[in-house]
């Protein structure tokens, strides 16, 4: 009987440790933003000074699913926004694009983020815009929130400043010039002293919107190389790794390496980032180059619903041509008048000034003023 | 010589070729040296097996173990916290994890012990032969094909939400076999002398299996469902198809996200940010030192028992 | 604890109708009593859940699978295209099936001499001081948990296998098997090595216990023979051990095929259109990465239903191995007694 004791004094051990874990707390907003600020926090920074703002906070819980291009900048938008709003909870899933928006018009999620705004034409018999007006009720807005640029990062000894075009770039990344000295490359990069070695190109074996971007990019920038139609899975050459973690990690411990990744982790892993010359001269990446491409896109919804067209070919001086915009899909009139209010608040929250600053720190670029006010219109006009 | 030959067949014969060449009496340089090659070979094998565990455990200790330090760790979520800010805790992901195995176990004892029982002390003939191969079989399915199968019941079917719950039930598909082999080992030891005893009293069967046969088997039986947990806190796979990840605390097993350490480290291991870095190896580091107590508590339960036996 | 890895029932080896228990359990006296049928039944009825749960694994995984399967424009198992969704879904499973069978396979053949040799030495040549917490600290590589393992190959340990190999593509990279691919940590090789560590302890434990039964009239005959310990080994221990090790072997490749996250983490994806390799230090998916990796964007039922026609052979894959380790225990069970 003793051993019988002994398990059961095991088993009374595990529930024990079960109960004490439900003593845990959420709560780090208080504590914990001293201490981010103190590593060199953007956010936190960011945030106090919005807390004088008096800007409302939502009441109930919300879910949201979707893009995972835009997770690290939703997930500063959410951290700050707990620090302001302390009861107010936003749980984002970045799944993906596709899964977001499968799960908004299952109405499953509260609202959804995608690399792509809702389609207008049917796919395999169904349109995205119908179902998701069906769900809501009223029109389902698109509202650009996260502009992500998409580097082409590169890890080549002695090679600090690399220029591309387009031609260039589709045929590395088709397998086509495959030495780093090949003339073509040569020719755009005089000054740079390139060494023989072989290009190694890596892509993203997981389907994604960075790269359907990417290769949408190449296929209308430099439509005689790249003749595939844009796609989450690659079609390129090359090695797949998972992930943008996987490929910028691949790049960086790989001499000769190349990829393209958003350029929030070509930053983290400290790779070299490639310029893009469209024709109008070679274009640095930069929060102010991005932002031109996006204030020169043209809006494709009508009213408040923000849909954007991208003009991948643009020769304008001084725009980076490859990026991503990232849409928070939201129901313009909800069935849930305390849900439409909490989306509200954290909508806002997350188009503010200082959220927005933020978010070039890490990696993205922020929304150009008159974007950001069409931006502010559509949230406002939420109900 | 006999016993070798019905022990060995072809390598027998061999050896006997050698003896006959050789000088029959003492052992032969050669031989010798090969019985010395084989036994430092076979040290070889084990310290060489030695070197990734010592590797593993090594790396997640000076990478991870300073995080356990905190005791923020240990009492407080990732609510609110970024790739790039450091603080906040596991407790949501270490308490996620223990739900889910717990009640894991839940579904998982009764069938896996009833199934036991009726192997041991019901079943014959060709149902339980059917039974006994479905347990091998069970045994042998990966975690993705449980996983999936889940997926395709509870998500595609039912069109019910990727909840802990589900996770739970894929977890069941691979924690069952584990408790029904080790309870039947344990089953099989009661002496049938206990058993006959009983009945002789009158005693009916089934008070017989209650009140005898499982109490005496039981300290074994909870070695194999300690044993069982320990195999299915470590799985992955299932949380990734089944069980999005939170940063906040959850107990909600049928609806929101439920927080993991897997999924913990699935999420921040796509982060080539320092913060971000130590969580991972804090909660790889946590996940096994959990296990490890698990296994080792179920090694300690099955040595005792064994004492008394 | 560990032999319950596999096992053989009660109900296994006792001929049908002459079971010498079933006399001394009363069977007959106790029947027509209400808690015997309802203990009974609860018994039974766990039983055929088990069997249950089988087949609806098979049954729901196949019913998924078949939509998808109709519409698909490629032949399944021998197409190297993976494109589910779409209007015209063309998806095959052969690249899949090459790089998850090769790396199982390699995994085996580096985790079972591996594997019987660290059994050797907990059984025969450990001293009895160190042959437990030997044994013990083998089965805790099973306590480390596959996503670690991913972590550790990808972070830590890959780097060291990259000279290695170099190495061996630069001066055996004319052999098909050895040509030069990806960086060798992001190979087939590396995940085979990876995927050996990960199969040792189940390797391990079920020889270990075989080894232990070897008859001692085996190994003392032996020995008296004037049979050095090595050749007692190999004349009696082997021989005893072999269907065992054989099933041990079976169990172990039944658990690297299914190895998911560690895969996917670790293993370079091919792209799309590249021409076929026999080489293993090249890239692939297994079954189980692709599946994993492909999770997150289960968006249409089409899509889904490729994924899980993979998983479906999968299954398969998995029951035939298990099934023939059960098999070989059988026959060592019915020869031993």
């Known amino acids: 009987m003793k051993i019988q004791r002994m398990s059961q004094v095991a088993a009374l051990a595990l529930v024990g440790s079960l109960s004490l874990a439900a003593c845990g707390s959420d709560s780090n907003s208080t504590s914990d933003s001293s201490s981010g600020s103190a590593s060199g926090s953007s956010s936190a920074s960011g945030s106090e000074s919005a807390a004088g703002g008096g800007e409302d906070c939502g009441k109930v819980a919300i879910k949201a699913e979707g893009s995972s291009a835009q997770k690290n900048a939703i997930e500063e938008a959410i951290s700050s926004y707990g620090d302001k709003c302390a009861d107010a909870q936003v749980d984002y899933n970045p799944t993906g694009s596709g899964a977001g928006i499968k799960q908004f018009i299952a109405g499953q999620v509260d609202f959804a983020g995608s690399d792509s705004a809702l389609k207008t034409e049917p796919k395999d018999g169904k349109i995205e815009a119908d179902e998701a007006k069906k769900f809501c009720g009223s029109e389902a807005w698109n509202i650009p929130m996260v502009t992500g640029p998409i580097a082409i990062a590169y890890n080549v000894k002695g090679v600090d400043k690399l220029v591309l075009t387009p031609e260039v770039a589709a045929k590395i990344f088709k397998g086509q010039i495959t030495k780093w000295n090949d003339p073509a490359i040569a020719k755009i990069n005089s000054g740079a002293t390139l060494p023989a070695s072989d290009i190694k190109v890596f892509f993203r074996s997981d389907e994604s919107g960075t790269t359907e971007n990417f290769t949408n990019y190449l296929n209308k920038a430099a439509s005689a190389v790249w003749t595939d139609e844009k796609s989450k899975s690659w079609k390129g050459k090359g090695e797949g790794k998972e992930k943008s973690a996987g490929v910028a990690e691949a790049t960086k411990s790989t001499d000769g390496g190349i990829t393209y990744v958003e350029l929030s982790y070509a930053k983290d892993n400290g790779l070299a980032m490639a310029q893009i010359d469209n024709g109008g001269g070679a274009v640095e990446l930069t929060s102010e180059s991005v932002g031109k491409a996006v204030a020169g896109a043209k809006q494709t919804g009508e009213g408040n619903n923000l849909a954007l067209k991208l003009d991948y070919t643009t ?44 978010l070039e720190e890490i990696g993205y670029a922020p929304l150009p003023d008159e974007v950001k006010t069409k931006v502010n219109t559509a949230i406002d006009a939420i109900s | 010589m006999s016993t070798l030959d019905t022990a060995g067949g072809a390598s027998a014969a061999t050896t006997r070729s050698e003896y006959a060449s050789g000088d029959l009496g003492g052992k032969s340089a050669g031989r010798e040296i090969k019985n010395q090659i084989a036994r430092i070979v076979v040290w070889g094998c084990f310290l060489i097996a030695c070197v990734p565990l010592v590797w593993i455990l090594g790396s997640a200790l000076v990478k991870g173990g300073h995080m356990l330090l905190s005791p923020d760790w240990w009492s407080h979520s990732q609510a609110g916290i970024t790739a790039r800010r450091v603080g906040g805790g596991a407790v949501h992901a270490i308490q996620g994890s223990l739900i889910q195995a717990l009640v894991t176990a839940l579904i998982s004892v009764p069938i896996g012990v009833m199934t036991a029982v009726y192997l041991v002390e019901y079943g014959r003939g060709k149902l339980a032969r059917a039974v006994s191969f479905m347990v091998d079989i069970l045994t042998g399915v990966p975690s993705i094909v449980a996983a999936l199968f889940v997926y395709a019941v509870w998500v595609t079917t ?84 089944l069980g999005p990840y939170t940063k906040n605390i959850a107990t909600n097993l049928f609806s929101g996200n439920m927080a993991t350490l897997p999924t913990m480290i699935d999420r921040d291991r796509t982060e080539a940010l320092q913060p971000a870095i130590d969580r991972v190896w804090g909660a790889a580091l946590t996940l096994i030192l959990i296990i490890l107590i698990l296994n080792l508590l179920g090694r300690l339960v099955a040595h005792f028992s064994k004492v008394r036996n | ?84 969704s779409g209007d015209h879904p063309r998806f095959g499973i052969a690249l899949m099936a090459w790089t998850t069978v090769i790396s199982s396979i390699l995994a085996m053949l580096i985790a079972v001499p591996l594997g019987v040799g660290v059994a050797l030495f907990i059984t025969q040549y450990a001293p009895p001081w160190l042959s437990r917490p030997a044994a013990t600290i083998i089965d805790l590589l099973a306590a480390v948990p596959s996503i670690v393992y991913g972590l550790w190959g990808l972070q830590i340990a890959g780097r060291y296998f990259n000279p290695v190999g170099n190495f061996v593509t630069d001066h055996l990279g004319w052999l098909p098997l050895f040509k030069a691919g990806g960086t060798p940590q992001n190979t087939i090789a590396f995940i085979s090595l990876v995927l050996a560590i990960m199969i040792l302890p189940i390797v391990t434990a079920l020889s270990r216990e075989v080894f232990a039964q070897t008859p001692g009239p085996h190994k003392e005959g032996a020995l008296a023979l004037g049979a050095t310990k ?62 994993a990796s492909a999770a997150a964007e289960f968006d249409s039922p089409q899509k889904t239903g490729a994924y899980i026609a993979a998983g479906l052979v999968l299954f398969i894959l998995t029951f035939i191995v298990n099934a023939i380790a059960r098999i070989v225990i ?3 069970k019915a020869f031993s007694e």
């Open chain 1, 315 to 358: 020769k304008e001086a001084g725009t980076y041509p490859i990026l991503l915009v990232t849409y928070e899909i939201v129901c313009s009139k909800g069935k849930d008048a305390e849900k439409q209010a909490a989306i509200k608040a954290f909508l806002k929250h997350f188009a503010s000034d200082d959220v927005q600053k933020g």
């Open chain 2, 158 to 241: 039912f069109g019910f939400q990727r909840v802990a719950f589900a996770v739970c039930l894929a977890l069941m598909l691979l924690m069952v076999p584990t408790i029904v082999r080790s309870t039947e080992e344990m089953l099989k030891l009661v002496p049938n002398e206990l058993r006959e005893a009983s009945y002789a009293l009158g005693v009916p069967k089934w008070k017989t299996i209650f009140k005898i046969v499982l109490p005496t088997a039981f300290s074994g039986i909870v070695t194999g469902i300690l044993l069982g947990l320990a195999r299915v806190m470590g799985e992955t796979a299932p949380l990734l198809i």
């Open chain 3, 1 to 84: 604890m560990s032999s319950s890895i596999t096992g053989v029932s009660a109900a296994d080896t006792a001929p049908h109708g002459e079971d010498p228990k079933s006399a001394l359990e009363g069977d007959r006296a106790s029947t027509g009593r209400l808690g015997d049928r309802l203990f009974g039944g609860a018994a039974t009825g766990a039983g055929l859940t088990v069997i249950a749960l089988v087949v609806l694994i098979g049954v729901f995984l196949l019913s998924q699978a078949i939509p998808s399967l109709m519409k698909n424009e490629v032949n399944f198992l021998t197409s190297r295209e993976w494109v589910p």
């Open chain 3, 230 to 291: 090595w050749e007692m080994i190999r004349t009696a221990v082997l021989p005893f051990g072999k269907p065992g090790v054989i099933s041990a072997a079976m169990l172990a490749l039944g658990r690297a095929l299914g190895e998911t996250v560690a895969v996917m983490i670790l293993l370079s994806a091919l792209a799309p259109g590249s021409p076929w390799s026999w080489s293993i230090f090249n890239g692939g998916e297994t079954f189980a990465s692709k599946i």
């Open chain 3, 330 to 332: 059988e026959r060592r």
